[in-house]
């Protein structure tokens, strides 16, 4: 799967990234319902709207299997990350077959899904929503940082 970053389109800030302890899973506030398609990392679903554009995060992303490290985000400039494949609207598409490793740093209140050390092009298309993407337009990483983190 491919993705395109746009550094000069704008960014969702007035979304809220909210974490919920009690369910294990993610949600973004305010939340739109009618998307395209779903793209799915691990259980975390990343919902896309007009021209594959990704607007919203949801699903369940239970932070028991969460490791802590120190890992931060690359610096990152913020845009649009968007779908470059034509897939049909109403599906889920996981991006890799296995789940991806997950990592927090609980001082920073970061959480990395995927590789943390790979670099690429770093996008935040949500507020603190960053994904990073390589050379080849596939998907490195995706680093959320919640309104609060759940005690670990």
Not at 1 to 22: C, G, P, Q, T, V
Request: aromatic share 14%.
């Amino acid at each position: 799967m491919k993705f395109i970053i746009d550094h000069k389109d704008f960014i969702e800030k007035s979304k809220r990234l909210n974490y919920d302890a009690e369910e294990f899973s993610f949600d973004t506030e305010p939340s739109i319902k009618e998307i395209n398609f779903d793209i799915v990392i691990n259980k975390l679903n990343l919902s896309t709207a007009d021209d594959n554009k990704i607007v919203q995060i949801w699903g369940f992303c239970g932070y028991k299997e969460w490791q802590k490290f120190n890992y931060e985000p690359p610096k990152y400039k913020t845009g649009t990350l968007k779908v470059e494949d034509k897939l049909k609207e109403g599906f889920s598409y996981r991006i890799t077959p296995d789940n991806l490793p997950m990592f927090v740093n609980v001082q920073s209140g970061w959480l990395c899904i995927g590789n943390p050390e790979k670099k690429g092009n770093a996008v935040e298309f949500i507020n603190n929503c960053v994904a990073i993407i390589d050379g080849n337009k596939e998907f490195v990483s995706l680093w959320l940082k919640p309104e609060r983190l759940p005690k670990i």
